[in-house]
């Protein structure tokens, strides 16, 4: 079985600081991992995929599989980061997304 | 496009009563989720359709619950009957056959049981 912990619920930053929200995984295969965000009234979305090993608005995730952890990290966090983040993981072919239980992160001016 | 539509954005009904959820995917798109979002665990998938044909209901929490998607345009999540427990927010999201090609997810449908 497949399993996504985000041990964080709630993670405040202030604006400038660095960002880490933790991932951890359990699966016994090759996984995909992604990170979703949902905005204030937006609809949840994708942040990044470890496949495409991108910067997205100055996120970065990487996979680390001795860890199995996919953190996701900013050097410098902003306002706009204010979200709640959901980590999620694929079992390799197969179209089932397992989410974790989400860090809502705020950032403090 | 509007992106993946569902109806209506907010029910509350009363404990026993029939609850239906809908949803209209994205054209084109082969793939469709049903997902309940509660503060206690998070974002949990239900059930998923591919080309209409339900491929996995494992996280459908007991008889209560029941889904169809009588076209590929068209998928309906029914709890009845509904129980306080049930109150949630609900997303269905839609995707192209492979899932590293992202999910793309409604605005959710909040639901209240009295």
């Known amino acids: 079985a497949q399993r996504v912990t985000q041990p964080e619920k709630l993670l405040s930053v202030f604006k400038g600081a660095p960002v880490e929200l933790k991932c951890n995984y359990s699966?016994?295969?090759?996984?995909?991992l992604f990170w979703y965000v949902q905005y204030s009234r937006q609809r949840l979305q994708l942040l990044l995929r470890?496949?495409s090993r991108e910067s997205i608005k100055g996120f970065t995730a990487d996979l680390n599989k001795g860890e199995t952890s996919f953190h996701l990290k900013k050097p410098f966090a902003q306002e706009e980061d204010s979200a709640m983040y959901y980590c999620?993981?694929?079992?390799?072919?197969?179209?089932?997304?397992?989410f974790g239980t989400g860090t809502r992160l705020t950032i403090i001016p | 496009d509007a992106g993946v539509i569902q109806s209506p954005r907010h029910e509350v009904t009363e404990m026993g009563q029939e609850v239906t959820l809908r949803c209209k995917p994205i054209?084109?798109?082969?793939?469709l989720f049903w997902y309940r979002q509660t503060m206690m665990r998070g974002l949990e998938l239900l059930i998923y359709f591919n080309n209409n044909v339900p491929i996995d209901d494992s996280g459908m929490p007991e008889d209560r619950f029941s889904a169809k998607m009588p076209n590929a345009s068209f998928s309906t999540l029914k709890i009845q009957p509904s129980e306080p427990r049930d109150s949630a927010v609900y997303f269905c999201a839609s995707s192209l056959p492979r899932v590293s090609i992202e999910q793309f997810f409604g605005p959710g449908t909040r639901l209240t049981v009295l």
């Open positions: 470890h496949i």
């Open positions: 699966y016994s295969g090759s996984p995909e």
């Open positions: 999620a993981l694929c079992a390799f072919g197969n179209e089932k997304l397992t």
């Open positions: 054209s084109g798109h082969d793939y």
